[in-house]
C-alpha cells in the first residue's frame, strides 16, 4: 500500500503546484524605430531569468512556477532579429522560452505589475545597435534665412501603453494617433512648415527620448497631443497644459502630471527624473524665455479649441510634465477630451471630431507663428514683405470683391495651393494685399 499513498501524495502536490503555478496568457509584439519589444502577459507575477547564447544566436527567458497558456496564436515578429519562439515546461516547474535569433542582440527584461485593468506583464525589449551617445543639440545659426518653422508632434502613450480606457476598451492611444496624423497632413499642407512625428506607428517612446527625438530635429515648438481620464466619467472638457517652475497650477494639473509621467514605467524606466542635460535648467532665463512662448502658443490653441468643445480649463494649466521639459523648445500637453466620459469618447472616435481638434491645433500653432516667427524663417519674410516667390510665380493684388475661390477658379488654382503657397491659414484677404499666384503645370 505504500507505493500507492506515495503516488496520490506525489499527484496531490503536482496539482497544487500547477495550480499555484502563473500563466502566460497572451504574447504580444511591437516593432519601434530602435527596438523590437515582447510582452507577456501573466495571470500573476513570476522571477525570471535571461540568457544568452550563441552558436546559432538564442535567447532563454526562464520563469519560476509558471505554465504557457496562450490560447491564440503566437505572433509574426516581423522586422526584427526574432526568427521563432520555442517553450517547454520543465520537470522543476520553470517555464522556458527559447527566442531563436538570426543574429546576436542587447535586451533588457522587466516586470509590471497589474494596474488600470492590465494583468501582469513581462517585458522583454531586443534593442538595435546603438551608435553611441546622441549629441547635444545646438540650433545652427547658419541656416536658410526662409527656413521652415519645425514642428515635433506627439502621440501620447503607444505600443504597451494604452493610456487612459474608454467606454468600449477605446484606447487613448489610437485616438490620439489619429489625431496626430491629421494634424502632420495640415502642417505638411501649408508652406513653410516641417513636421516631425515622435512616434509614427503603435510603439511606446519613452518621456526623455521624445524629447530627445525633437531637440535632435531642432524643433521650433513641441505639442504632446493626449485624452483625458477621470474617476467620475461627468468629467469633461478640452485643455492646454504647460511646465511648471515653481509647481501645479492645480490639483487637477499635479494629479495629470503624475499619471502622465507614470507612463515611462512601462518602458521600464526610473521616475526620478534625474536628467542631466536639464540639471538646473529650469532656472535658466533661456527656460523663462521658452515658457513664455509655450504660453502664449496655449492661449491661442484654447481660443481655437473652445470653438469646437467646452474647455476643462478657461487658462493654460502648468505642472511638472516630464515630457515637456525641453529647455529650448516651447512645449504643451494638449488633452483633447476625457476618454472616460461617454459622450466625449462618442466624439473623440469619430474622424470629424479628430480633424476638428486637429484644425483647432493647427489654427493656434499656425496663427502664433504667423505673428511671432523665428526671424529666419519664411514666415518672419512674409511679415517683413520679402518672401522669396515661388518658382515661376506671379504677383496678384487683392481688388474689391476678390475671394480667394474666384481667384482660384480665374488662374486655375486652387483655393489650398493659394493658401499653402502664401502662407494663409484661412480665406480672410483684404484689398490691396498681395499675393502670389503659383504657376501651374
Given amino acids: ?11 496531490t502536490m503536482l496539482v497544487a503546484t500547477l495550480s499555484s503555478a ?24 513570476v522571477s525570471h531569468e535571461v540568457i544568452t547564447l550563441d552558436k546559432p544566436d538564442r535567447l532563454v527567458v526562464d520563469l519560476s512556477k509558471a505554465r504557457f497558456n496562450v490560447g491564440g496564436a503566437i505572433p509574426e515578429f516581423e522586422n526584427s532579429p526574432i526568427v521563432r519562439l520555442r517553450h517547454a515546461e520543465k520537470p522543476d516547474g520553470k517555464l522556458r522560452v527559447v527566442f531563436d535569433l538570426s543574429k546576436s542582440v542587447q535586451v533588457r527584461s522587466f516586470l509590471l505589475p497589474a494596474s488600470a485593468g492590465q494583468s501582469d506583464r513581462l517585458v522583454v525589449d531586443f534593442l538595435d545597435q546603438q551608435r553611441g551617445t546622441e549629441p547635444t543639440v545646438v540650433k545652427s545659426v547658419e541656416q536658410s534665412s ?14 504597451e501603453d494604452p493610456g487612459a480606457i474608454g467606454p468600449g476598451r477605446l484606447q487613448e492611444k489610437d485616438v490620439v494617433f489619429r489625431i496626430a496624423k491629421k494634424l502632420e497632413a495640415k502642417f505638411k499642407s501649408k508652406r513653410g512648415y516641417r513636421v516631425v512625428m515622435i512616434r509614427d506607428g503603435d510603439y511606446y517612446v519613452g518621456l526623455a527620448k521624445r524629447r530627445q527625438l525633437a531637440r535632435k530635429a531642432q524643433a521650433d515648438f513641441f505639442v504632446s497631443i493626449h485624452a483625458d481620464a477621470f474617476t467620475h466619467s461627468s468629467a469633461n472638457g478640452s485643455s492646454v497644459y504647460a ?10 494639473a499635479r494629479i495629470l502630471a503624475k499619471r502622465e509621467n507614470q507612463a515611462d514605467l512601462v518602458g521600464g524606466v526610473s521616475l526620478s527624473d ?12 533661456s527656460m523663462t524665455a521658452t515658457l513664455d512662448a509655450s504660453l502664449s502658443v496655449g492661449a491661442q490653441l484654447l481660443g481655437e479649441m473652445g470653438k469646437i468643445s467646452r474647455l476643462h480649463s478657461k487658462r493654460v494649466e502648468q505642472a511638472g510634465f516630464a515630457v515637456l521639459k525641453s529647455p529650448d523648445i516651447p512645449s504643451l500637453l494638449v488633452e483633447t477630451g476625457f476618454i472616460s466620459n461617454p459622450g466625449e469618447a462618442r466624439k473623440l472616435k469619430t474622424s470629424r471630431y479628430q480633424n476638428q481638434m486637429a484644425q483647432a491645433i493647427f489654427e493656434g500653432i499656425d496663427r502664433y507663428f504667423r505673428e511671432s516667427p523665428p526671424p529666419d524663417t519664411y514666415f518672419a519674410a512674409v511679415k517683413r514683405g520679402d518672401a522669396a516667390k515661388p518658382k515661376g510665380a506671379r504677383e496678384y493684388v487683392i481688388a474689391s470683391g476678390d475671394t480667394l475661390s474666384a481667384i482660384g477658379a480665374r488662374h486655375n488654382i ?20 498681395k499675393i502670389q499666384i503659383p504657376a501651374t503645370k
Fill in 274 to 285: 534625474k536628467d542631466h542635460v536639464l540639471a538646473g535648467v529650469l532656472t535658466d532665463l
Fill in 22 to 45: 502563473a500563466e502566460v496568457r497572451d504574447v504580444r509584439f511591437w516593432r519601434a524605430p530602435d527596438h523590437s519589444r515582447v510582452v507577456f502577459d501573466l495571470s500573476a507575477p
Fill in 243 to 252: 511646465l511648471s517652475k515653481r509647481g501645479a497650477t492645480s490639483a487637477s
Fill in 1 to 11: 500500500m505504500k507505493p500507492i499513498h506515495i503516488v496520490v501524495l506525489f499527484w
Fill in 146 to 159: 526662409q527656413r521652415d518653422v519645425v514642428i515635433a508632434i506627439d502621440a501620447g502613450h503607444g505600443g
Fill in 414 to 433: 486652387s483655393v489650398a495651393d493659394l493658401q499653402r503657397h502664401n502662407g494663409l491659414s484661412g480665406s480672410s484677404i483684404r484689398v490691396g494685399q
